[in-house]
């Protein structure tokens, strides 16, 4: 998500001060405290509250039916 835009010099990138600004703002987010914050607002909630925390790796590419992460299953 946070890759660079710069291209190649025979293929240069598209928007890339915006992409960077939009990078800076992902990297500087506090990911950590967030979930930390999270997990501490769910144990003092009122109502039962559960907070899952999953691997993200593959997630873009997993089938949200079936749960497949496979080449051949998805459409190029």
């Known amino acids: 998500m946070t890759r660079s835009a710069k291209g ?6 598209k928007n890339v001060k915006a992409k960077s600004g939009l990078n800076r703002s992902i990297l500087k987010q506090s990911w ?18 559960e907070v899952i ?3 993200t790796a593959y997630t873009s590419m997993r089938c949200s039916k079936y749960g497949h992460t496979e ?5 190029n």
């Open 71 to 75: 080449q051949k299953n998805r459409m």
């Open 53 to 55: 925390f999953i691997n």
């Open 32 to 49: 950590g405290m967030f979930r930390q914050r999270l997990t501490d607002k769910a144990n003092g909630a009122t109502t039962p509250v």
């Open 8 to 13: 190649t010099v025979a293929n240069p990138g």
